[in-house]
């Protein structure tokens, strides 16, 4: 009889996971959504750091941020007040490396008449590696002028659904003749949670 109620056991416990593995990152449906929040309290919050660069460029023919819109006043102002410039620039996971690994895109806006700091609202979206087709969220303050700059991770998709953590930047270098081209280091650490059985990876490390 025990040896009945195990195999029984057994046998539920593999039609759950056979049915998670519809609710996957990778398939986005609403079905596969409301399947995969139903399964979410047994998700397990797992630890993950990134590790990559930012490769910006300002003035140049095809620059990867550009202003779209300003105030009257944002001429005269020293903080450049009221302008708000969209960003789409390419990530590496090494500073030389030519071989890209996603993007950052959203806006940013100083957002300050006293200091040089901006409203940053960007998603960074992975299109190679192991978390190709996952984004992630950030929405706060970045004060351009401080050598580390924190800010929070609010959310994700993919591999990274209701990921929540803290991204830090640091401008790498900058070039020194045309200004234009500005590397930042970015390192994040942030929860993920994982439906058990259905890891996408080991560590969760770039």
């Known amino acids: 009889m025990k040896s009945i109620m195990v195999a029984l056991l057994l046998a539920i416990v593999v039609m759950n996971m056979a049915s998670l593995g519809h609710a996957l990152p990778d398939d986005q449906s609403p079905a596969a959504m409301q399947k995969w929040f139903q399964h979410f309290p ?28 300003q105030a009257e006043s944002t001429a005269t102002s020293p903080t450049n007040f009221g302008l708000v410039s969209v960003i789409d620039a390419p990530l590496t996971e090494e500073p030389n490396s030519k071989e890209i690994i996603g993007y950052v895109q959203g806006i940013f806006a100083p957002s300050s008449n006293e200091e040089l700091s901006n409203l940053l609202s960007v998603n960074f979206v992975f299109t190679e590696g192991k978390y190709k087709g996952s984004t992630l969220s950030v929405l706060g303050r970045d004060p351009v002028a401080e050598t580390y700059r924190e800010f929070p991770i609010i959310g994700g998709s993919g591999d990274f659904r209701m990921a929540r953590g803290i991204g830090t930047s640091a401008a790498s270098s900058v070039n020194s003749t045309t200004k234009d081209d500005i590397l930042v280091e970015m390192h994040f650490v942030f929860y993920r949670y994982v439906l058990p059985g259905f890891d996408s990876d080991s560590e969760g490390s770039r």
């Open 42 to 69: 047994n998700a397990v919050p797992k630890l993950t750091k990134l590790h990559f660069f930012v490769h910006n460029i300002v003035n140049m023919e095809n620059p990867t941020s550009v202003p779209v819109a």
